[in-house]
């Protein structure tokens, strides 16, 4: 079964400081991976995904990821955190092509400190 | 309107209620979810549709009951639902495919709490 973990459930960052969300996958042939974010009270948002065209992968919001298979993670950064950018971050998997539905992990949420 | 839209975003019902969730899509998306987000648990899948059809059901009770009348709405009608049931519903659509690159847009959600 397809599955993905996150590493840390809260993350707290100075505003100004780097941003580092991590996602682990399973599967044994190359995922689909995504980067979902939920403000309050709102709704999930796509921030990037990954389809295999290029390993490392700009979002909305100064946001990348980078996906390395040897190490079968998906991890998320931002060099300079923003009072914006407290939220929840969720990682998604689809191992298949006709696969209709996504496997999130638990989240991670965000605090940035002034 | 644009994007996904669920309504009511708040409810609030009684275990013998009757009550029903409503999501449209304003996307031109062929496949439609329902997704529950409980506090400190992964996002579960409960339905999905494609084309109006149900191709998806993970193993929901029954007093969850899902209708796609067309490929704009999904309905979520609830019955006789248990505290446990209190969560944030989250309706998304897609433009399902040979892609699986394909991307789930969701709504804002519908928070519930069943007394």
């Known amino acids: 079964a397809q599955s993905v973990t996150q590493l840390g459930s809260h993350v707290s960052v100075s505003e100004g400081a780097l941003v580092l969300l991590r996602c682990n996958y399973s599967s044994s042939v190359p995922p689909y991976l995504f980067w979902y974010v939920q403000y309050p009270n709102q709704g999930l948002q796509l921030l990037l995904k990954y389809t295999s065209a290029a390993t490392l992968v700009k979002g909305i919001n100064g946001f990348e990821a980078e996906f390395k298979k040897s190490e079968t993670s998906f991890h998320l950064t931002k060099p300079s955190a923003h009072m914006s950018d407290a939220a929840e971050y969720f990682c998604a998997v689809r191992i298949f092509s006709n696969d209709y539905k996504l496997s999130f992990g638990a989240g991670t949420t965000v605090t940035v400190r002034a | 309107e644009t994007g996904v839209t669920q309504t009511p975003r708040h409810l609030v019902m009684g275990m013998t209620n009757k009550k029903s969730l409503k999501c449209e899509q304003h996307?031109?998306?062929?496949?439609m979810y329902w997704y529950k987000q409980s506090a400190k648990k992964p996002l579960e899948l409960m339905f999905v549709?494609?084309?109006?059809?149900?191709?998806e059901n993970n193993s929901v009770p029954s007093r969850f009951s899902p209708e796609c009348p067309n490929s704009s709405h999904l309905f979520l009608h609830l019955h006789t639902l248990q505290p446990e049931d209190s969560a944030l519903y989250l309706c998304?659509?897609?433009?399902?495919?040979?892609?699986?690159?394909?991307?789930?847009?969701f709504g804002a959600g519908s928070r519930l709490t069943v007394l």
């Open positions: 549709y494609s084309l109006e059809e149900r191709v």
């Open positions: 998304a659509s897609s433009q399902a495919g040979t892609s699986g690159a394909n991307v789930l847009t």
């Open positions: 996307l031109g998306h062929n496949a």
